[in-house]
Each structure stands twice: as structure tokens, then as C-alpha cells.
């Protein structure tokens, strides 16, 4: 039978329909107004997995986040050269995801490499109070550095911070934008390039283990990497950071999940290479 043009037109317009019409599961929730944080609203972490089809991981998955980092459930590995990275300054813009603040890389900013593969470094947000904890202390900042390889696997670092004398350098950097997106009540604004080595990536003690995004649509398989060092940030900005999204909460961190005999290793050079 001969297949005319018009008839190879439409076959590969419904090809690419069916193929767009399918959600990326994989991606946090660009716009966070669906859900919230505020327990017995409807739309609380509680509630998640029962708001949209595409989330139920939320409440029925095995290797959800954040969790407890525990020293008694670590395995302690040696590692030499500590976290890999290879970022660089690139384009990024400020955006109000309805419940944080997510500073986005353009056209990515570099890479992380875990073992034999390479993750682009796409954007961090910000959670208070963290959403991790050590050893059942919770601290009152923490910052997600989201990577994804060119077939979807995503990767997080996490960085805590507890209020000190010092401001954190890198928000230092980014207080005018976040006041203007503060004021004007923008969705987004461009703020230029921007380095994430300012984030002082030369880490050398960490967790790892596997979990989850921690927004719906709460994805697993994410390889999380979550920095020992326990950093200082400035009350004033925690507060920006809150004040920004403008959305009346007092948080936006998700409750711990179950560990379910994850394995969770830790990270540290030998005594040698700390000399």
C-alpha cells in the first residue's frame, strides 16, 4: 500500500502528541502553589501523594527524603579527592516557585561526577529550617544544588547552615535580586552570571545515599549528597529568603521519611590527605 505525504504528515504529528502528552516525572514541581507545608490544610506533605496521580510516590514510596543522617547507620568510606565538581559562572534567573526561592542556571553551570558519570549543575533553592538532619538536630537553613545527566538522572547536594556571626557569601551575592523579587512580586528576574563556586565547593566530608526529590512529585532514584560541614548564615538572611516567596509560611521544609534500611556512607578523606 502507498503511504502518501499528508499521511506521513499526521502519523508523525500524533507521534510527537503522544510523546509531549506524558508528564516529566522526573522534575520537582515548577510552580509550587498545588501544595504546601501547613499540616491539616489539605495540601500538606501529609496530603501530597493523594493531590495529583503523578505523585503518588509521595506517600507510597520506599526511599523517600530527607532523612536522619545517623552516625550509627553510616558506613564510613575513604575517599581521595573529596566531592568532584567543575562548575563555572553562568546566566541564571531568580524565580518564586510559590513556596522557595530557586536560583536557575540557564544553560547549566558546570558539572558533578560521581564515579564514571557527569552531572550539569541546572539550579538550587533553599529550605528553612533544613530538611535533613544529623543525628536528630535540624538547623535552620539548607540549600539543594539539583544536577541531571542528559538522560534525566538527577543528582542533589545539600549544604545545612545554622544562624552565626557570618553571613553565607554566596546569598551575600544575591541580595538585591532577592529583595527586588521581594518587592516588585515578580515570578522571575535575571540577575546576570552568577558562580556557584562561591558555595565553596572544596568538600571533603559527606553523606551519600539514595532517596528521593523532596517535592511532589517525589521521584526516587535521586543520588543525594549531603555536606558534613554544618555552614553560618546570617539571620537577616533567612528571613530574605522567607520574605522573597511571600507566601505566609513559617517553613517549607518536608518531615523526615522513613529510612527503611537504606544504606547511607559516609565520606572522609584518610588522616594523611587532612594534613
Known amino acids: ?11 508523525a504529528f500524533f507521534a510527537i502528541l503522544i510523546s509531549n502528552s506524558n508528564p516529566t516525572t522526573s522534575q520537582e514541581v515548577e510552580d509550587e502553589r498545588g501544595f ?3 499540616e491539616g490544610s489539605g495540601k500538606g506533605p501529609e496530603d501530597w501523594g493523594d493531590l495529583h496521580e503523578n505523585w503518588t510516590l509521595c506517600k507510597n514510596g520506599n526511599m523517600q527524603s530527607p532523612i536522619d543522617l545517623l552516625d550509627e547507620r553510616v558506613e564510613v568510606v575513604y575517599n581521595s579527592g573529596g566531592l568532584k565538581t567543575n562548575y563555572k559562572p553562568s546566566h541564571a534567573i ?11 542556571w540557564v544553560h547549566g553551570s558546570g558539572t558533578m561526577r560521581i564515579d564514571k558519570t557527569e552531572y550539569v549543575l541546572l539550579q538550587c533553592h533553599w529550605h528553612s529550617p533544613s530538611e535533613h538532619t544529623i543525628n536528630g538536630k535540624r538547623f535552620d537553613l539548607e540549600v539543594h544544588l539539583v544536577h541531571q545527566t542528559s538522560d534525566k538522572n538527577v543528582t ?16 551575600s551575592k544575591l541580595v538585591e ?6 518587592h516588585s512580586h515578580e515570578i522571575e528576574i535575571e540577575v546576570g552570571v552568577v558562580d556557584p563556586m562561591h558555595l565553596k565547593m572544596d568538600i571533603w566530608e559527606y553523606y551519600r545515599y539514595m532517596g528521593s526529590l523532596t517535592t511532589p512529585p517525589c521521584t526516587e532514584d535521586v543520588v543525594w549528597t549531603v555536606v558534613k560541614e554544618v555552614r553560618s548564615v546570617s539571620l537577616e538572611q533567612v528571613k530574605l529568603l522567607r520574605k522573597a516567596v511571600d507566601d505566609d509560611a513559617q517553613n517549607n521544609a518536608r518531615p523526615l521519611q522513613p529510612i527503611n534500611e537504606r544504606s ?4 572522609k578523606p584518610r588522616l594523611h590527605e587532612q594534613l
Open 1 to 11: 500500500m502507498k503511504i502518501s505525504g499528508i499521511q506521513i504528515f499526521f502519523v
Open 36 to 38: 504546601n507545608y501547613v
Open 94 to 104: 531568580l524565580k518564586n516557585r510559590g513556596h522557595d526561592i530557586m536560583l536557575s
Open 156 to 171: 542533589v547536594v545539600g549544604i545545612m547552615y545554622k544562624i552565626g556571626p557570618q553571613a553565607d557569601p554566596f546569598l
Open 177 to 182: 535580586p532577592l529583595l527586588s523579587i521581594a
Open 264 to 267: 547511607i556512607k559516609f565520606y
